[in-house]
């Protein structure tokens, strides 16, 4: 089958063709679809994160239609549309019984520690297969596995509550699901900062009140938005140290701030004007879990979560576009989500 592999940290994709994999017993092999192509893609490309082996096939975002099962699977068939968690984990360890598999001693990412949907064909348990239904296409299936699960764990994490307010920095793919979500989740007021017009027109399409913090200061804004009071919680999609201060800063008395961008740059809070004389809590958020994305898929074939928005282009399995596609992503140059169509 043909695959798009990374050889080497640092240098372009390859394409290469190597042999179909095998089924394990509680395997599936997936005929990909759809393979979404995420900015993590770029990071690890450039190897700026360690991956499990070389060379690995990328992509982590992926659905498809089951061409196998394995002889011990009894929950999918052959022929089913499946959109794939890229967390595999053991199911039996200390974190997986109690819950909370994203810390499993033992997880695997697709497209990081093992073969990715950059490919033809994938092979994941059977148990990271979630039934795509009919109303959702393989391209919206494949996004929905990354940016918007990230978001609707991250307002797990925020315990958001019916008749709270809501405030999200940054309005990319993880912005728009958590606008989407919040709402859902019975969110009366969502506002969305950022400094791009287009973004911001696109938030207010979804039903969020624009912050536009390019020409204002976001957190008074917001302040004088709530009359005073701040919000209940405050998510930062970005991973800057500005905009996580001022995520901290907008909330409220008994607020939550939702950490999710990535910096490894100190934050840097007043404790006794942002946290203590607020009770208000800083939460960090990673990933999402396999439970989670049932509900997810769910909510996007009710239309709740519309992200026909966010699939911009599809190209096919063809690593010199691919590669180009990930170069934009190292230079910010474009914002359209792309995804590869094997
Ligand atoms: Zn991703
Ligand atoms: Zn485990």
Do not use: W
């Amino acid at each position: 089958m043909k695959s798009v592999r990374m050889v080497e940290a640092g240098k372009p994709l390859e394409l290469q063709e190597i042999l179909i994999p095998s089924i394990g017993e509680k395997e599936i092999l997936v005929r990909v679809r759809a393979a979404g192509i995420c900015h993590s893609d770029a990071h690890y490309r450039a190897g700026r994160s360690g991956m499990g082996k070389l060379p690995i096939t990328l992509g982590h975002e992926v659905s498809g239609v089951v061409d196998s099962v394995g002889s011990q699977v009894t929950t999918v068939q052959a022929g089913e549309r499946v959109a794939l968690h890229y967390n595999i984990s053991c199911g039996d360890c200390y974190y997986c019984s109690s819950g909370n598999e994203q810390f499993c001693t033992t997880v695997k990412m697709l497209g990081h520690h093992v073969d990715g949907g950059y490919a033809e064909f994938i092979v994941v348990p059977a148990r990271n297969a979630i039934p795509l239904p009919e109303e959702i296409s393989f391209e919206e299936g494949a996004t929905l596995m990354c940016a918007s699960a990230t978001a609707l764990h991250a307002l797990h994490k925020g315990r958001v509550k019916a008749g709270e307010t809501v405030a999200v920095f940054g309005v990319g793919g993880l912005g728009l699901s958590a606008i989407q979500l919040a709402k859902a989740m019975g969110a009366v007021e969502v506002y969305a900062v950022d400094i791009k017009q287009d973004k911001l027109e696109l938030a207010s399409e979804y039903g969020a009140i624009p912050v536009d913090a390019g020409r204002m200061d976001a957190v008074a804004e917001i302040r004088k938005l709530t009359k005073g009071k701040g919000v209940d919680v405050s998510l930062e999609m970005i991973g800057l140290p500005k905009t996580m201060k001022q995520t901290v800063e907008s909330l409220g008395v008994l607020g939550r701030a939702v950490i999710v961008g990535i910096s490894q740059t100190p934050l840097e809070v007043n404790p006794y004007a942002t946290l203590i004389g607020y009770e208000a809590e800083i939460i960090g958020s990673n990933d999402h879990l396999l439970q989670e994305l049932h509900v997810l898929v769910d909510m996007a074939r009710r239309k709740i979560l519309d992200t026909s928005c966010v699939v911009s282009q599809t190209i096919p399995l063809d690593a010199d576009q691919i590669n180009k596609r990930l170069d934009d992503l190292e230079e910010f140059t474009s914002d359209v989500r792309m995804v590869i169509v094997p």
